[in-house]
């Protein structure tokens, strides 16, 4: 790991033992028990609320609010990410997880080196009856003697830390296709908020369309990471390949947006809450910059789209991806919130353009991955005057950037098994070629009638305000 790296990363660490020092009264307490239970979270997106040890391999965890706040809603409990030691390997662990803020079944992930992750089977995590009900009751009891060492690591998914990021980073760091920066600091830790620009510079830019990407609004959302290595990876060996799709685009991608709720453990919120994803506060009479009750971070990546929506080098009709991960049943595939629709009598020539060219984005990407969502009838405009990214981006653009929040998911999403990492990366891949079909045919964007056929049921997706929200 290069040296500015291996600080940022101790710096963060340091954020993250003070802010466990340091955020609640009675952390001192909190310590000594969760010593006394054998659970512990004091490592990077560690999170846990209160725990019971029944009896000596059986432990009672409940789900914590982001920063402990009680104000928050019983949605945005969901992340959960603990040590567990004190046991004997090859006996029966029981963890029964409590106080849940969504009632889907699912198998949690565990691990012994927090990089070599398994997932539980189906045989060992079962739900109780009330979860047919809702959340009240609803309980998801671990019961294993799969733990071959102590401690094991255990997690509602696969994690993906700042370290994993800065790994990654200086895995792709060395190819001559890739500039790292940094747009500024968080807000709370003051940790560097990275900046990746992916591109063959010996392309004129007049020859290229820009592709924008951010990820981890919601700092729990791991599996959006994932994607987004896929899409990065597919490019880059694109690009070593010379293929003259990928030299035709440009990527701008900022990875990690709230970085201080990921090293706090917190799944929807930065240290103070907030919720970034309905926080791109905008002047509407200027709308190119965000006003200053926005995040830092959300500014911070505001500036690199403002130099894209004022850039008038590139070809136009750019794209944007917002990349989420969403609780959902089982089966649930991947899917994405397309806006309005294809009436005229609702909507206006640019609407339904924008509607257009996202279905056609969707329809490629269901081609290439096989495992995506159909769109819906209709995607609607209440976003226009809501305050997320793609508000922005209609704001300042309007149909000239697809502007879209792809949802990864967490369970089978579609296939016969539980999503592993490769799945979820393959759903990058799957983009980054889509990118290229998309990117080589303006004429086919605002065709009247694009086939949307292949895509799987659209079962179980929440409405775009209630997943952002
Ligand atoms: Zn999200």
Known sequence: MPKTRLLTALFCLLCLLSASACDDSDSAQTLEKEKYTGVSTDFESGAIGRVVRNAPQNWDIYLAADNGNADLPDSYRNWWYIKVEDFNPGTEVKLTLKNRGWAYYYAPVFSYDKITWQRFDESEVTASDACDEGIEDCFLEIAT??????????????????????????????????????????????AD?????????????????????????H????????MLEGMINQFLDDLDAGLDAAKHLVFFVAPMHNIDGVIKGNYRTD??????????????????????????????????????????????????????????????????????????ATYTAEEI??????????????????????????????????YYPESWWWANMGDD?????????????????????????DLGV??????????????????????????LPRLGVPNEDASKE
């Not at 926080?279 to 403002?306: F, G």
């Open 219 to 226: 700092p729990a959302e791991t599996a959006s990471s994932y």
């Open 145 to 190: 003697d799969r733990f071959v060492q102590s401690p094991v690591y255990v997690a509602r998914f696969y994690p993906y830390t700042t370290w994993d990021m800065y790994a990654y980073l200086d895995q792709i760091e060395a190819s001559p296709w890739t500039t790292i920066t940094t747009l500024g600091q968080t807000s709370g830790y003051g």
């Open 401 to 425: 950037c697809l502007a879209i929040t792809i949802e990864t998911v967490y369970s089978k999403g579609g296939m016969d098994h539980w999503l592993t990492r490769d799945d979820i990366r």
């Open 271 to 344: 240290l103070f809450s907030r919720n970034f994803e309905v926080m791109w506060y905008r002047d509407d009479a200027d709308p190119l910059y965000l006003t200053d009750d926005s995040p830092v971070e959300c500014r911070l990546l505001n500036q690199k789209m403002a130099e894209l929506a004022q850039n008038t080098d590139y070809l136009s009709g750019m794209v944007g991806f917002n990349l989420h991960s969403s609780n959902s049943p089982v089966d649930t595939p991947a899917f994405a919130y397309p806006h309005f629709g294809d009436d005229p």
């Open 193 to 217: 908020i990275p900046f990746i620009k992916i591109e063959d510079p010996s392309v004129d830019d007049s020859l290229k369309r820009a592709v924008w990407i951010h990820a981890r609004s």
């Open 353 to 386: 353009s924008l509607w257009k060219k996202s279905l056609y984005l969707i329809h490629l990407i269901t081609q290439e991955y096989g495992f995506f969502s159909a769109p819906p009838a209709e995607g609607g405009s209440s976003f226009v005057t809501k």
């Open 430 to 455: 799957a983009t980054t070629l889509a990118l290229y079909d998309y990117a080589a045919d303006p004429s086919a964007w605002g065709k009247k009638a694009i086939s949307v056929g292949g895509g």
